[in-house]
């Protein structure tokens, strides 16, 4: 694996994560620009580096990451999962812990619909008896 980048893909909501981890000293950028730059929420940031956290391999690994789509909370959950599924790819070994604390498993939660004739997907107008 010496000298190599092993490509993911994660996804959560409407936003897209292309993710390369390339050994390293622990350097993440997303879209060019540092990941405490883009992602400026301490929650968010926490939330990418969970599989590395659980893996142990915080300073091993460079991550670059392409991210589009969807809003910030979003981004951050698909480079999560991009980031797992690359660790998984580099280590087989990684597998069990990533899936036990459920990094490997795609979010299918997505935006309910507006319908017609309502204010919004659940949302009703006002009802008026007279």
Known sequence: MKGTSISATGRR?????????????GKIQVNGRSVLDYFRRDTLQMIIEQPLVVTDSMGKYDIEAQVLGGGLTGQAGALLLGIARALMKADEDLKPSLRNNGFLTRDPRMVERKKYGQAGARKRFQFSKR
């Open 13 to 25: 909501k409407n936003a897209i994560a292309r993710v390369r981890l390339m050994p390293g000293s």
